[in-house]
């Protein structure tokens, strides 16, 4: 008889409570710091306090690090900071799973411009005619608003950035790398969400808010992925993870009124099932499946 912790539906409780604690993270982000700071504001606690967090739990100043090294986190810790950013201005105007659907093509052109099977380009083929679908090629009624798709394709090329730095400091533990890279990624939106939202970035309310905004966005959805991760080989943890924008806008639809579209569920069916093609097709290349970047993406993505 195999022991309970052998059993495969825990790792797929765990991916699925990994990204149900990201959405309700972003969705609470989106309902309760949107109208007190913006998106700005909302980018500085929850990045800010998520660096604290992590600087807490993982000590990074315990290991040495080169110079070398330390110019390959600044670049990885800016384009973390400027991809949560993205992604935030990019939920002011465009629903939270429409955001999310679309920033998945960054991770899924790392991966598949790093392949040569021709098989793969079916997946791009599919990712870029969900995208099709979802561009506000024509203004109109329930056309997108075309700011916030550039903000979320801007999230999606700066989540690219990440997994390519990431790739670069790979060498060294994840705590240090994470940890110290989303210190930079703070030093970079802090200041931003400061200048546009003064002095009410420091009330108790946004404080405590952006404290479980934090927790909930990475603390609890690192640790499930970890159980994950244990259980799971990379490719079946990047096919189960690519189900995110799905939950993402069934949560938007139940806690903040997005309704979508039926073009854009199919859309954003489109992009999953590129995903999770790319990763169930994935084999040992220089990145990382799509999608599935590891545990510690947690830390640093906002959505």
């Keep these: 008889m195999s022991a309970p912790n052998d059993s495969p539906l825990l790792p797929a409780l765990a991916i699925l409570g990994s990204v149900t604690f990201l959405g309700l993270g ?52 800016v384009a973390v900071g400027a991809m949560n950013l993205c992604f935030y201005l990019a939920l002011q105007t465009i629903p939270f799973g429409v955001a999310v659907a679309i920033e998945f093509s960054g991770p899924l052109a790392v991966a598949v411009l790093s392949s040569r099977r021709p098989l793969d380009f079916v997946w791009v083929v599919l990712a870029v005619a969900g995208l099709a679908v979802l561009l506000p090629w024509e203004p109109g009624a329930g056309a997108l608003d075309p700011r916030g798709v550039g903000f979320a394709l801007s999230a999606a090329v700066f989540w690219a950035a990440y997994i390519l730095f990431g790739k670069r400091v790979g060498h060294l533990h994840a705590g240090h790398s994470v940890s110290l890279g989303l210190t930079v990624a703070a030093l970079v939106v802090v200041p931003v969400g400061v200048a546009h939202a003064g002095a009410d970035l420091w009330t108790p309310a946004v404080l405590l808010t952006g404290i479980g905004v934090a927790a909930l966005s990475s603390a609890i959805p690192i640790s499930l992925e970890m159980v994950a991760l244990k259980r799971l080989p990379q490719q079946a943890f990047g ?36 995903s999770m093609g790319c990763a169930a097709t994935a084999q040992r290349r220089g990145t990382r499946p799509a999608a599935a970047a590891g545990a510690e993406r947690r830390a640093a993505r906002a959505d």
């Design 26 to 77: 972003t969705s609470w982000a989106k309902q309760s710091l949107f109208p007190l700071v913006g998106a700005q504001g909302t980018t500085a606690v929850r990045v800010g306090f998520s660096a604290l967090l992590l600087l807490l739990l993982w000590r990074p100043w315990r290991w040495r690090l080169s110079r070398h090294d330390a110019l390959r986190l600044a670049a990885y810790g």
């Design 239 to 274: 096919i189960m993870i690519s189900m995110e924008p799905a939950v993402a806008a069934l949560l938007a639809l139940v806690l903040l009124g997005e309704a979508l579209s039926l073009a854009q569920w199919l859309a954003i069916g489109m992009i999953m099932a590129a």
